[in-house]
């Protein structure tokens, strides 16, 4: 199974931009890379997911490279809503009822 | 529209005990998976159920079972409970099908075996 990895930690201040990175060197060409992320108190949720163009949603920005060896999520504006630990996790399709799996994660503290 | 619903929230037990642990899924939704989340550590897969069935199962002892109602909802036994399966339990709830983005989890049952 193709590995991602994460820092463990990250800081930011309130109202500025958060680029929050992902290395996944053995990605396949066909594996997405998905976002998910857990609040304090709370399971995981969906953030973004992407296969090689740049995707954008209502929550966040997802930048892959070109060599989709590494991807980056952009919070555009964190609020200290964001604090949260962020999962970037790869799958072999977007469709089926493929596990999830999960590392440890980047641990985003925002700083008012 | 209800997400999903996880019962207790927090449970406490003694070691060798049995403990049942109960998800309710978020409407529309038909597969339930289960998490267990360690302290300081990602979550991990337990297991998968669709249609009453189990359909993928994690590196987790035959000690962890579960079983999925008519009405979708599902259950995670333990038995025999070890101090290491001190964790909070994770369900997540998708439609069959849809694929890694369509999840959609609970906040967790916080199970703690003295």
């Known amino acids: 199974d193709a590995k991602t990895t994460q820092p463990n930690s990250m800081e930011s201040n309130e109202e500025e931009p958060v680029h929050l990175p992902c290395n996944h060197s053995t990605i396949s060409g066909t594996d997405y890379i998905h976002w998910y992320r857990q609040l304090p108190s709370q399971g995981p949720e969906y953030v973004i997911h992407g296969l090689t163009s740049n995707v954008n949603n209502r929550m966040a920005s997802l930048a892959i490279a070109e060599d989709r060896k590494s991807s980056t999520l952009i919070l555009h504006r964190a609020t200290l809503r964001d604090a949260a630990v962020y999962y970037c996790?790869?799958?072999?399709?977007?469709?089926?009822?493929?596990?999830?799996?999960f590392g440890t994660g980047t641990r985003l503290t925002i700083i008012p | 529209d209800a997400g999903v619903t996880q019962s207790p929230t927090h449970l406490i037990k003694t070691r060798g005990q049995q403990v049942t642990l109960r998800c309710s899924p978020k409407s529309g939704h038909d597969t339930v998976s289960w998490y267990q989340q360690a302290l300081g550590q990602g979550p991990q897969f337990i297991f998968q159920y669709y249609e009453e069935e189990e359909r993928q199962r994690g590196n987790f002892p035959d000690r962890f079972s579960g079983h999925q109602f008519p009405n979708y909802s599902s259950e995670l036994n333990v038995n025999a409970l070890l101090l290491g399966d001190s964790a909070l339990y994770l369900c997540?709830?998708?439609?069959f099908g849809r694929g890694v983005s369509g999840y959609t989890f609970g906040s967790g049952t916080r199970l703690t075996v003295v």
């Open positions: 996790i790869l799958s072999l399709s977007n469709f089926g009822n493929e596990k999830l799996t």
């Open positions: 997540a709830s998708s439609l």
